[in-house]
Protein backbone atom coordinates (compact mmCIF):
# COMPACT_ATOMS: atom_id res chain seq x y z
CA UNK A 1 0.00 0.00 0.00
CA UNK A 2 1.27 3.13 -1.11
CA UNK A 3 1.40 6.55 1.02
CA UNK A 4 -1.40 8.12 -0.93
CA UNK A 5 -3.64 5.26 -0.29
CA UNK A 6 -2.62 5.41 3.72
CA UNK A 7 -3.60 9.33 3.54
CA UNK A 8 -6.82 8.45 1.95
CA UNK A 9 -7.56 5.89 4.31
CA UNK A 10 -7.07 7.99 7.22
CA UNK A 11 -8.65 10.74 5.60
CA UNK A 12 -11.50 9.38 4.36
CA UNK A 13 -14.22 11.14 6.33
CA UNK A 14 -12.84 14.09 5.53
CA UNK A 15 -12.48 13.47 1.69
CA UNK A 16 -15.85 11.99 1.58
CA UNK A 17 -17.09 15.68 1.71
CA UNK A 18 -15.18 17.27 -0.98
CA UNK A 19 -15.42 13.46 -3.39
CA UNK A 20 -17.10 10.77 -4.57
CA UNK A 21 -15.86 7.78 -3.10
CA UNK A 22 -18.26 5.45 -4.22
CA UNK A 23 -15.83 2.92 -5.40
CA UNK A 24 -13.51 3.57 -2.04
CA UNK A 25 -9.96 4.90 -1.80
CA UNK A 26 -8.31 4.37 -5.00
CA UNK A 27 -5.48 2.45 -4.57
CA UNK A 28 -1.65 2.77 -4.95
CA UNK A 29 -1.38 1.41 -8.74
CA UNK A 30 -4.16 3.97 -9.57
CA UNK A 31 -2.42 6.83 -8.00
CA UNK A 32 0.70 5.73 -10.17
CA UNK A 33 -0.74 5.93 -13.33
CA UNK A 34 -2.79 9.23 -12.59
CA UNK A 35 0.72 11.12 -12.02
CA UNK A 36 2.51 9.52 -14.89
CA UNK A 37 -0.42 11.13 -17.01
CA UNK A 38 -0.28 14.59 -15.24
CA UNK A 39 1.92 17.34 -16.90
CA UNK A 40 4.13 18.78 -13.75
CA UNK A 41 3.48 22.60 -15.75
CA UNK A 42 -0.26 21.85 -15.38
CA UNK A 43 -0.40 20.39 -12.01
CA UNK A 44 1.85 23.34 -10.97
CA UNK A 45 0.03 26.25 -12.73
CA UNK A 46 -3.58 25.22 -10.98
CA UNK A 47 -1.40 24.30 -7.49
CA UNK A 48 0.28 27.66 -6.68
CA UNK A 49 -3.37 29.60 -8.09
CA UNK A 50 -4.93 27.09 -5.58
CA UNK A 51 -2.51 27.74 -2.47
CA UNK A 52 -3.10 32.31 -3.40
CA UNK A 53 -7.25 31.67 -3.06
CA UNK A 54 -6.95 29.76 0.47
CA UNK A 55 -3.80 31.80 1.81
CA UNK A 56 -5.04 35.33 0.41
CA UNK A 57 -1.43 36.77 1.08
CA UNK A 58 1.90 35.11 2.33
CA UNK A 59 2.78 36.35 5.36
CA UNK A 60 6.00 37.04 6.94
CA UNK A 61 9.09 34.70 6.14
CA UNK A 62 8.85 32.51 2.85
CA UNK A 63 12.20 30.23 2.91
CA UNK A 64 13.69 28.93 -0.32
CA UNK A 65 15.73 25.62 0.53
CA UNK A 66 16.79 22.47 -1.46
CA UNK A 67 16.42 19.11 -0.94
CA UNK A 68 17.53 15.74 -3.01
CA UNK A 69 15.07 12.77 -3.83
CA UNK A 70 18.15 9.97 -2.42
CA UNK A 71 15.92 7.19 -3.60
CA UNK A 72 15.97 8.46 -7.00
CA UNK A 73 19.39 8.24 -8.16
CA UNK A 74 20.07 5.64 -10.97
CA UNK A 75 23.01 3.72 -12.03
CA UNK A 76 24.14 5.66 -15.11
CA UNK A 77 22.34 8.88 -14.09
CA UNK A 78 25.14 11.67 -12.83
CA UNK A 79 22.78 12.30 -9.69
CA UNK A 80 19.60 12.19 -8.27
CA UNK A 81 16.66 14.86 -8.29
CA UNK A 82 17.08 17.66 -7.08
CA UNK A 83 14.25 19.70 -5.80
CA UNK A 84 13.94 23.67 -4.58
CA UNK A 85 11.29 24.41 -2.20
CA UNK A 86 9.10 27.41 -1.68
CA UNK A 87 7.50 27.06 2.33
CA UNK A 88 5.55 30.04 3.99
CA UNK A 89 6.90 29.97 7.31
CA UNK A 90 3.67 31.70 9.12
CA UNK A 91 0.97 30.12 7.04
CA UNK A 92 2.57 26.93 7.23
CA UNK A 93 1.63 26.16 3.43
CA UNK A 94 4.41 24.36 0.38
CA UNK A 95 3.94 27.47 -2.06
CA UNK A 96 5.43 25.30 -5.29
CA UNK A 97 8.74 23.78 -6.18
CA UNK A 98 11.24 23.67 -9.06
CA UNK A 99 13.64 20.22 -9.99
CA UNK A 100 16.95 20.91 -10.93
CA UNK A 101 19.36 18.17 -12.10
CA UNK A 102 21.98 19.16 -9.61
CA UNK A 103 22.37 20.97 -6.20
CA UNK A 104 24.46 23.56 -7.63
CA UNK A 105 21.58 24.31 -10.53
CA UNK A 106 19.50 25.62 -7.71
CA UNK A 107 21.14 29.15 -8.78
CA UNK A 108 19.85 29.47 -11.69
CA UNK A 109 16.32 27.65 -10.27
CA UNK A 110 16.08 29.53 -7.73
CA UNK A 111 14.77 33.27 -9.75
CA UNK A 112 12.25 30.80 -11.74
CA UNK A 113 10.51 29.61 -8.56
CA UNK A 114 10.46 32.74 -7.47
CA UNK A 115 8.60 34.74 -10.70
CA UNK A 116 5.55 32.44 -10.05
CA UNK A 117 5.11 33.03 -6.27
CA UNK A 118 3.01 36.13 -5.08
CA UNK A 119 5.48 37.10 -2.90
CA UNK A 120 4.90 41.35 -2.36
CA UNK A 121 6.20 42.03 1.17
CA UNK A 122 7.17 38.95 2.10
CA UNK A 123 10.31 38.03 3.62
CA UNK A 124 12.78 35.75 1.81
CA UNK A 125 15.04 33.66 3.27
CA UNK A 126 17.99 31.49 1.40
CA UNK A 127 21.11 29.64 2.61
CA UNK A 128 24.80 30.71 0.92
CA UNK A 129 23.78 28.86 -2.26
CA UNK A 130 20.85 31.57 -3.11
CA UNK A 131 23.39 34.11 -2.64
CA UNK A 132 23.99 35.60 -5.59
CA UNK A 133 22.76 39.25 -6.88
CA UNK A 134 20.89 37.78 -9.79
CA UNK A 135 18.69 36.20 -6.60
CA UNK A 136 18.59 39.75 -5.20
CA UNK A 137 17.18 41.35 -8.31
CA UNK A 138 14.59 39.18 -8.82
CA UNK A 139 13.23 39.15 -4.93
CA UNK A 140 13.04 43.33 -4.74
CA UNK A 141 11.70 43.21 -8.48
CA UNK A 142 8.87 40.68 -6.79
CA UNK A 143 8.48 43.67 -4.07
CA UNK A 144 9.52 41.32 -1.33
CA UNK A 145 12.53 41.66 0.83
CA UNK A 146 15.94 38.98 1.35
CA UNK A 147 18.16 37.75 3.66
CA UNK A 148 20.48 35.70 2.17
CA UNK A 149 23.49 33.57 4.18
CA UNK A 150 26.74 34.59 3.58
CA UNK A 151 29.78 31.53 3.40
CA UNK A 152 32.98 31.40 1.46
CA UNK A 153 30.93 30.49 -1.62
CA UNK A 154 31.32 34.90 -1.35
CA UNK A 155 34.59 34.80 -0.23
CA UNK A 156 35.53 38.54 -0.56
CA UNK A 157 32.15 39.40 0.77
CA UNK A 158 32.37 36.88 4.01
CA UNK A 159 35.81 38.44 5.06
CA UNK A 160 34.72 41.88 4.53
CA UNK A 161 31.17 41.23 6.88
CA UNK A 162 33.79 39.16 9.14
CA UNK A 163 35.95 41.87 9.37
CA UNK A 164 33.11 44.53 9.65
CA UNK A 165 32.01 42.69 12.74
CA UNK A 166 35.37 42.47 14.40
CA UNK A 167 34.32 45.46 16.45
CA UNK A 168 31.99 44.82 19.37
CA UNK A 169 29.10 46.72 19.18
CA UNK A 170 28.36 48.99 22.02
CA UNK A 171 25.03 49.91 20.79
CA UNK A 172 22.30 47.68 22.95
CA UNK A 173 19.45 48.37 19.94
CA UNK A 174 21.31 46.81 17.46
CA UNK A 175 21.75 43.85 19.30
CA UNK A 176 19.05 40.69 20.10
CA UNK A 177 19.86 37.52 22.47
CA UNK A 178 17.42 34.83 22.80
CA UNK A 179 18.06 31.68 25.51
CA UNK A 180 16.08 28.37 24.65
CA UNK A 181 16.04 25.22 27.61
CA UNK A 182 14.77 22.16 26.32
CA UNK A 183 15.77 18.86 24.71
CA UNK A 184 18.72 18.25 27.07
CA UNK A 185 20.37 21.52 25.88
CA UNK A 186 20.38 25.14 26.40
CA UNK A 187 21.17 27.59 23.39
CA UNK A 188 21.66 31.00 23.01
CA UNK A 189 21.64 33.19 19.99
CA UNK A 190 23.38 36.45 20.04
CA UNK A 191 22.19 38.53 16.75
CA UNK A 192 24.22 41.93 16.10
CA UNK A 193 23.36 43.91 12.80
CA UNK A 194 25.01 46.74 11.35
CA UNK A 195 23.85 49.31 8.74
CA UNK A 196 27.27 50.78 8.13
CA UNK A 197 28.25 49.42 4.75
CA UNK A 198 31.49 51.26 4.29
CA UNK A 199 33.03 47.87 5.54
CA UNK A 200 31.80 46.28 1.86
CA UNK A 201 34.08 46.37 -1.23
CA UNK A 202 30.92 46.88 -3.43
CA UNK A 203 27.60 46.99 -1.64
CA UNK A 204 25.89 48.84 -4.19
CA UNK A 205 25.46 45.64 -6.76
CA UNK A 206 23.34 44.07 -4.35
CA UNK A 207 19.91 45.53 -5.16
CA UNK A 208 18.29 47.51 -1.86
CA UNK A 209 20.76 46.00 0.86
CA UNK A 210 20.70 47.94 3.92
CA UNK A 211 21.92 45.70 6.57
CA UNK A 212 24.42 43.09 7.24
CA UNK A 213 23.84 40.57 10.76
CA UNK A 214 26.02 38.52 12.57
CA UNK A 215 24.23 35.35 14.54
CA UNK A 216 26.27 33.63 17.48
CA UNK A 217 24.86 30.89 18.39
CA UNK A 218 26.45 29.04 21.49
CA UNK A 219 25.05 25.55 22.74
CA UNK A 220 25.59 23.62 25.94
CA UNK A 221 24.71 19.54 26.02
CA UNK A 222 23.79 18.44 28.89
CA UNK A 223 24.62 15.29 28.57
CA UNK A 224 28.32 15.45 27.51
CA UNK A 225 29.05 18.73 29.20
CA UNK A 226 30.63 20.48 25.76
CA UNK A 227 29.91 23.64 23.98
CA UNK A 228 29.39 24.36 20.81
CA UNK A 229 29.86 27.47 19.20
CA UNK A 230 28.88 29.03 15.38
CA UNK A 231 29.01 32.29 13.82
CA UNK A 232 26.87 33.24 11.00
CA UNK A 233 26.60 35.84 8.34
CA UNK A 234 24.09 37.24 6.38
CA UNK A 235 23.10 40.23 3.84
CA UNK A 236 20.05 41.91 4.19
CA UNK A 237 17.38 44.49 2.39
CA UNK A 238 15.87 44.77 5.76
CA UNK A 239 16.39 47.93 8.10
CA UNK A 240 18.39 47.41 11.11
CA UNK A 241 16.36 45.48 13.32
CA UNK A 242 17.88 42.73 15.10
CA UNK A 243 15.21 41.16 16.54
CA UNK A 244 13.48 41.30 13.43
CA UNK A 245 16.33 39.83 11.25
CA UNK A 246 16.82 37.26 14.17
CA UNK A 247 13.28 35.82 14.35
CA UNK A 248 13.02 35.36 10.41
CA UNK A 249 16.52 33.55 10.60
CA UNK A 250 15.07 31.07 13.16
CA UNK A 251 12.34 31.13 11.01
CA UNK A 252 13.86 30.00 7.70
CA UNK A 253 14.70 26.37 9.50
CA UNK A 254 10.88 25.41 10.11
CA UNK A 255 11.31 24.58 5.81
CA UNK A 256 13.53 22.04 7.22
CA UNK A 257 11.14 20.49 10.50
CA UNK A 258 7.99 21.34 9.11
CA UNK A 259 8.33 20.44 5.28
CA UNK A 260 11.60 18.20 4.92
CA UNK A 261 11.35 16.68 7.69
CA UNK A 262 7.18 15.56 6.94
CA UNK A 263 8.28 14.97 3.41
CA UNK A 264 10.47 12.38 4.29
CA UNK A 265 8.94 10.49 7.46
CA UNK A 266 5.13 11.30 7.06
CA UNK A 267 5.59 10.79 3.09
CA UNK A 268 8.94 8.79 2.22
CA UNK A 269 9.77 11.18 -0.64
CA UNK A 270 13.23 9.42 0.27
CA UNK A 271 12.41 5.95 -0.27
CA UNK A 272 10.55 6.97 -3.24
CA UNK A 273 12.33 4.83 -6.48
CA UNK A 274 10.60 7.49 -9.11
CA UNK A 275 12.81 8.51 -11.63
CA UNK A 276 11.53 7.31 -14.97
CA UNK A 277 10.54 9.43 -17.81
CA UNK A 278 6.38 9.36 -18.03
CA UNK A 279 4.22 9.08 -20.41
CA UNK A 280 4.43 12.82 -21.31
CA UNK A 281 8.29 12.07 -21.01
CA UNK A 282 8.53 15.08 -18.04
CA UNK A 283 10.02 13.12 -14.54
CA UNK A 284 13.45 14.25 -15.89
CA UNK A 285 12.94 17.09 -18.06
CA UNK A 286 10.00 19.26 -16.68
Given at each position: ?????D???????????????????P???????????????????????W??????????V???????????????????I???S????????????????????????????????????????????????????????????????V??????L???????????????????????????????????V???????L??TK?N?????A?????????S????Q?????????????????????R????????????????F??????K????????F???
Amino acid sequence: MGRNEDYGIVKREFLETILDLENGIPSHDTFNRFFSLLKPSFFEEHFVSWIKSISNHYKGVVAIDGKTVRGSKQSGLKSAIHLVSAFSTENEIFLGQIKTEEKSNEITAIPELLKVLDLENAIITIDAMGCQTDIAEVIIEQKADYILAVKENQKELYQDIESAFLIPSKDKSKIYITEEVGSGRVEKRTCTVMDDLSHLLNPTKWNSLQSIAKIESERFIKSTGKTQKSTRFYITSLPCDAKKIADAVRSHWKIENNLHWHLDVSFGEDKSRKRHKTRHKIFRQS
